[in-house]
């Protein structure tokens, strides 16, 4: 069975930075496309960023444009997410997800899904 388990989550100020952990077991990880989706409360989950299995070619929501950046260690079985300029909007649970099927990344048919990291931004 594939495990993700996502870190890195906190509470940081306006303008801050994190960067989250998503590792993943199993030994097919270059298998899958990687994504990462964020839910605030109250709110539907929604897409932030994914990555391709082999090219690697990323994918992001325009609010994540700019200040964020998804990539993979396929050595690692890890993908990260580094986050910029850290805005209070951006406060949400942030879950990451792993899929072998062809859907589309930004869509949230994934086949596996971590418990997700709680990111917090103050003003």
């Known amino acids: 069975q594939v495990q993700l388990v996502e870190s890195g989550g906190g509470l940081v100020q306006a303008g801050g930075s994190l960067r989250l952990s998503c590792a993943v077991s199993?030994?097919?990880?270059?298998?899958?496309?990687m994504g990462w989706f964020r839910q605030a409360p109250g709110k539907e989950r929604e897409f932030v960023a994914a990555?391709?299995?082999?090219?690697?070619?990323?994918y992001y929501a325009d609010s994540a444009k700019g200040r964020f950046t998804i990539s993979r260690d396929n050595a690692r079985n890890t993908v990260y997410l580094q986050m910029n300029s850290l805005k209070p909007e951006d406060t949400a649970v942030y879950y990451c997800a792993a899929k072998w099927r062809l859907t589309a990344v930004f869509s949230r048919e994934y086949d596996y899904w971590g418990q997700g990291t709680q990111v917090t931004v103050s003003s």
């Open positions: 990555i391709t299995r082999n090219v690697g070619t990323t």
């Open positions: 199993g030994r097919t990880f270059s298998s899958y496309d």
